[in-house]
């Protein structure tokens, strides 16, 4: 008898568990599939938005003065690296100086400064750490690559060539020194012309010795074009940015070299030996036509914003004429779906969302992929603050005071 009822008792526990519904399965955020050996990666929108990470309130270093030591006097940085001690290297674009840093912002060293001579820079346009913890700067004026050993003092300088004898305009570089160069293409337009027009973007990537390997062509800047010739002999460009003007944009992410023209969501890794490994692409951006209220958005947002610096310079702005302007002038046919991409050295992306007005003090944010190519959370950054470097613990950028005093500032990352 007891063993009757615990049979007739397991069947009603599995009659049971057939009839229940079952659990909905959990959204899928991110489709992978492979295209003749490419990994394809469509998101729909961020995979964990409950463990969205932050940065601390207060930066763990500030670098930077008003009227302190001329090592803390900085302007125009664009270009920040940490290396693997907490070491901080600082391209100083007013005194093309290179300036090293302890983690908590003491100055260490400085290399470089104005000049033709070695380890001098007359335009530092990238800098990036490489293997081993040896930084790779590059001279846009000079065309020329200086490297620095892990201690900072300097090692070499050389020219990267292509084939033909011409110096290479270096975009990026991989920590094994395979670089992403500019490859110029394509012809002025005709004299006495005036054409709307966008720009095509060509790069290659180039291993160490070895030869150029040309990309796809990219779309860039959406322009207006004016061409003439003033006088006999002289000819002259003149070319405009439009509403709305798209853009091309190239970075680096862990051993990979990123890039994505924003006419719509996406973006295209590529590895070292110049190969297409995965296409990132997201559905929660959608493209955006720019019809007469995108098109009103964008005019209110320009002409508020040169209006204020008009006031604040103690200028005359004439707003009526500027929005007559904007309505004779091109623009470009969609709303760009990104403003930039920067990546980290752990191999993530990250991405700074649209904003149409471009010029108010609000924060930025900005859309996160791991190495994988999957949309995880969205990241809101302090008011001002510029990211210019980023791995798994830190973002390093800088900020503007409300003097214009420019300083560099460090947040930890952590776990939301």
């Given amino acids: ?132 913890d040896s930084v790779l700067i590059f001279d846009n004026r000079h065309r020329r690559i200086t490297i620095l050993a892990a201690d900072g003092t300097h090692a070499r300088d050389y020219v990267p060539y292509a084939s033909d004898g011409t110096p290479q305009m270096v975009m990026g570089a991989l920590p094994d020194r395979t670089l992403l160069v500019y490859a110029p293409g394509g012809g002025d337009p005709a004299p006495h012309t005036l054409q709307f027009t966008r720009g095509t973007f060509r790069v290659a990537v180039q291993p160490p010795g070895g030869e150029l390997m040309p990309l796809r062509p990219y779309a860039s800047s959406d322009i207006q074009v004016e061409a003439g010739t003033p006088r006999p002999g002289v000819y002259s460009t003149r070319v405009m940015t439009v509403p709305y003007s798209r853009q091309a944009f190239t970075t680096t992410a862990g051993d990979r070299f990123v890039i994505g023209a924003n006419e719509s969501y996406e973006a295209h890794f590529y590895d070292g030996t110049g190969s297409l490994a995965t296409v990132v692409r997201s559905a929660h951006v959608p493209v955006r036509p720019v019809d007469d209220a995108a098109l009103a958005e964008y005019v209110d947002a320009s002409v508020a914003a040169a209006e204020r610096r008009a006031l604040d310079g103690g200028r005359q702005y004439d707003a009526a004429a500027a929005r007559a302007n904007y309505v004779v002038s091109p623009h470009a046919p969609s709303v760009p779906t990104y403003a930039g991409l920067l990546g980290a050295e752990s191999g993530d992306l990250w991405v700074k969302e649209y904003a149409v007005d471009q010029w108010s003090e609000t924060p930025d944010t900005w859309d996160v992929f791991d190495a994988d190519g999957v949309f995880r959370h969205s990241i809101e950054l302090p008011i001002g603050f510029t990211p210019l470097y980023i791995d798994d613990e830190v973002v390093l950028g800088t900020f503007a005071d409300d003097l214009g005093v420019e300083y560099l500032h460090g947040y930890s990352l952590v776990s939301g």
């Fill in 1 to 132: 008898m007891r063993r009757t009822s615990m049979l007739l008792l397991m069947l009603g526990i599995i009659a049971a568990g057939c009839n229940a519904t079952p659990s909905a399965p959990a959204e899928e955020t991110a489709i992978v599939r492979d295209s003749a050996g490419v990994r394809i990666v469509e998101n729909s929108g961020p995979a964990d938005a409950s463990r969205v990470p932050r940065l601390e309130a207060e930066p763990f270093v500030r670098i930077g003065s008003v009227d302190g030591a001329e090592q803390d006097l900085l302007h125009r940085v664009r270009h920040v690296i940490r290396l693997t001690g907490g070491v901080i290297v600082v391209a100083d674009g007013g005194t093309q100086q290179i300036r090293l840093f302890n983690e908590s912002g003491a100055h260490l060293r400085s290399i470089g400064g104005q000049g033709d001579g070695p380890a001098e820079f007359q335009s530092i346009s990238y800098m990036r750490r490489l293997a081993g």
